[in-house]
């Protein structure tokens, strides 16, 4: 073999150096492609988490008021405590409706509306003049204030309810 050959040969192939080079830039690269990747999963996550709980508070909140809204009088809601951790009436049909607070959860009757709850008395009653009653005709609107928590993260859904037929 001419020296001419043996240099084409050894020109074409990779040193060592270079490889090692090659092989730490890949690495480095890979490393920051992943702190991106997991970082982008983690929020994801997170929000998931956030989104979660906001929406199970919030829907039980609504089916709350909307069935508050439709108290036959003040005369039908028992009211054992302001604030408190049951709302109990009677509905324009006839129905009796009873929601309460128990160990982290938000219950029609016996069925689940919220778990992961923290807000031990979630029901407010107020008079016209936005002080607290427990006294009928005086019961004017119903505060509900719900707090959910999952986590480390927490949702606060708060709405005032005034039935129609007051």
Do not use: K
């Amino acid at each position: 073999m001419s020296n001419d050959e043996q240099y084409r040969l050894s020109s074409s192939a990779f040193t060592l150096i270079e490889l090692i080079i090659t092989i730490v830039i890949i690495g480095v690269l890979s490393t920051i492609a992943s702190i991106i990747i997991l970082q982008g999963a983690r929020t994801y996550s997170t929000e998931d988490m956030r989104s979660n709980v906001h929406y199970q508070t919030s829907l039980a909140v609504e089916r709350i008021a909307r069935e508050a809204r439709v108290i036959r009088s003040c005369a039908d809601i028992t009211a054992p405590a302001n604030p408190s951790s049951t709302l109990s009436f009677t509905d324009v049909n006839g129905n009796s409706v009873s929601f309460s607070y128990a160990g982290g959860s938000l219950s029609r009757g016996a069925n689940l509306l919220a778990s992961g709850i923290t807000s031990v008395q979630p029901f407010t009653f107020l008079d016209v003049n936005g002080n607290q009653t427990t006294a009928c005709p005086g019961i004017w609107t119903v505060v509900v204030d719900v707090i959910g928590q999952s986590s480390s993260e927490t949702a606060e859904v708060r709405t005032r309810v005034h039935p129609m037929n007051f």
